[in-house]
């Protein structure tokens, strides 16, 4: 920018503008929000990015994000181990989890099945899926991938591996979302809302 | 959030939560993004952030942003100093510095007057300006506030000061931007329009 070459803010507002979402006027707003930030908070927004770095791992039995060896849900005695929901995003679990309503374990596959994007089933975690299979504890696989052709596809592919195993696989309910209008709802959703009607 | 509290993960979305502009949806998408990128990139976010804190001041002149004593633009030998205009912001300067037309320098207020935010004359760097008159080298000033109450508010209580000294200001003009829509133009730009009308 000619004439105005604060080198350091150029840098920080280009920072900025490599995050998903955030255009150029954004990554100014956000720039110059942190500049006039105290400098202990800008000392604690530096830190933590690094700390998120360097402590967040992988839960080793879920593939969940976690600080420790295993997550807290994996972790945790009153959580039923014999249920496992799959899905693609460790958001998704935060989703699950918002509804206080499931008592089961998850597994995190960190992507779907896409070959368009050159991902195949090795570069997500359904090798370590397989492998919590192998004691025979877990009787039920909820496939939760996203209903989005990849994450249907990925779904079958990996029901198709683990209904072998003698485990009972299912997939979450297509329909109407609660609250939506109808008029408004896509074919394919509403096709699928009536072939999954149920009697009441 | 129950059951899933990877703590270093809330914090780091709780940290870009607090940006502006930023919602909760959003501060969880950057915080993801972060932990997924490569670990010299979230050293090199991490750094810039302190960094910019530590290396930008203010410009001893003009009190733009500056990494030296002085601002590029108050260094120059290039720029006319006889002219200064005053804006809000370091935004504004950029902005203006954008149309590659302005040669002369600028003052930057760091804000307006705003008796409503409890924002006096002191709290902006009104007194700076007026120290840089000293001199009588300042032939012009122009007011290049933001076209709000507050903005014309600040730009009316500075010319007031400034006049009494032998220095000519003055004010953008208001009229209708270039390339908008008359039909969408609103009732006090168009009314400003047709009192600023030039002969052609």
């Known amino acids: 920018m000619a004439g105005f ?8 507002i280009e920072q900025f ?7 150029h006027k954004s990554a100014q707003r956000l720039a110059f929000h942190v500049l ?3 400098k202990e908070d800008a000392e604690a ?11 967040i791992k992988k839960c080793s039995c879920c593939c969940n994000l976690a600080e420790e060896e295993l997550c807290p849900i994996c972790k945790s005695s009153k959580r039923d181990s014999s249920v496992v929901c799959v899905v693609e995003d460790p958001r998704d679990v935060m989703a699950f ?8 374990t998850y597994h995190v596959l960190h992507g779907v099945i896409s070959p368009m994007n050159g991902i195949g089933p090795e570069d997500i975690t359904i ?9 025979g504890k877990i009787q039920e696989v909820i496939m939760a991938t996203n209903p989005t052709v990849e994450g249907e596809a990925t779904a079958m592919y990996i029901s198709r591996l683990l209904k072998p195993m003698g485990v ?3 997939r979450l309910a297509y329909g109407v979302p609660v609250g939506a209008d109808l008029e408004y709802a896509d074919e394919v959703t509403l ?10």
């Open 17 to 23: 503008e490599r995050l998903p979402g955030i255009g």
């Open 5 to 12: 070459s604060v080198v350091t803010l150029q840098r920080l």
């Open 36 to 38: 006039n930030m105290k």
């Open 168 to 170: 009972s696989v299912s």
């Open 97 to 104: 989890e918002r509804t206080h309503e499931f008592e089961g």
């Open 127 to 135: 090798k370590e899926l397989l492998a919590r299979m192998g004691d």
């Open 191 to 200: 096709t699928r809302a009536l072939e999954g009607r149920r009697m009441i």
């Open 45 to 55: 927004f530096s830190k933590i990015i690094l700390e998120a770095h360097e402590k």
